[in-house]
């Protein structure tokens, strides 16, 4: 102890500046990361940047709202480049988008002003009813099949999704100490996790079934025509088909042949709009995905 004292005696005018030293950089690497980025320098003119999760080698993107707007953007040829440098947008939410010097958050807000930007409407071709019973599908699954996955994902499957993101055992207990209490409150606070795992398991199973009535023979959602629906739909639905743990019902049962109609839905969406699918898989399981811009 007597060591210690003398030691910050003899070189407090050291160590006063190292801590200024180190305060400065953080202060400023926060000022860099947080400063205000340039259309047309910092990223081109017309072209969503879209800031995202990194991808694996079972799916394109774990983030459920990621691969729907994704999805979106490819539908509507909409120019985009990815941007994996994890950071929260201005929500604290991924994904987040900049785009002609805008921006902005949330998966839904994201597509409502790209709609108005460019004269996009992909439910035009629906009734006033029609629509309504669309955005209720809609909410349905992102409100509450997602809050199933993700409990389904990050509690009861813990251990193997740390297998799916590749973490160093350094790296998963630092998930498991930080995220996965983190995820454990936020899922108990909307509800899904006050239930067993048990019952959330047949709830995922319900749900897919559920799903698979209202889809029927048709081939999207709403009728032979892609809506905004779908690309939601095709975001929640294909990370409990491509990236959750096999011990999940609801992944055992896409896996199946008993859902047949929503397998080949989501096969139809991912060969018509995903052609590089397999492309991205191979570069994330061979490198790992980098910034492309």
Not at 116 to 138: G, P
């Amino acid at each position: 102890m007597d060591l210690t004292r003398d030691f910050i005696k003899d070189n407090k005018s050291y160590l006063a500046a190292g801590a200024v030293v180190v305060g400065a950089t953080c202060f400023l690497y926060k000022r860099w990361r947080k400063r205000t980025r340039i259309c047309g320098v910092d990223y081109p003119k017309d072209t969503v940047i879209l800031h995202v999760f990194p991808g694996n080698k079972y799916i394109p993107n774990m983030g459920h709202f990621v691969m729907k707007l994704e999805t979106y953007l490819r539908i509507n040829k909409i120019p985009y480049q990815l941007d994996f440098n994890y950071q929260n947008g201005p929500k604290k939410k991924v994904p987040w988008i900049e785009y002609n010097g805008v921006t902005m958050g949330d998966s839904q807000l994201i597509i409502e002003y790209l709609n108005k930007q460019l004269n996009i409407d992909m439910n035009s071709h629906l009734s006033k009813q029609e629509r309504a019973i669309a955005w209720a599908v809609q909410k349905w699954l992102e409100e509450y099949t997602y809050w199933l996955n993700v409990f389904t994902r990050w509690v009861i499957g813990w251990d193997d999704m740390m297998r799916y993101v590749n973490a160093t055992k350094l790296m998963a207990l630092f998930y498991t100490i930080f995220m996965k209490r983190q995820a454990v409150k936020y899922l108990y606070t909307v509800g899904v996790g006050r239930h067993s795992n048990e019952e959330i398991q047949e709830m995922v199973v319900k749900d897919l079934k559920q799903f698979s009535e209202v889809l029927g023979d048709k081939r999207f959602i709403m009728g032979e025509t892609i809506t905004e629906t779908d690309c939601a739909a095709f975001g929640i639905i294909s990370q409990i088909r491509w990236c959750t743990p096999e011990n999940c019902p609801g992944h055992k049962l896409l896996q199946s042949d008993e859902l047949k109609n929503v397998t080949a839905y989501l096969d139809r969406i991912k060969d018509t709009y995903w052609a590089d699918w397999d492309d991205i898989l191979a570069a994330a399981g061979k490198k790992g995905i980098k910034n492309n811009y």
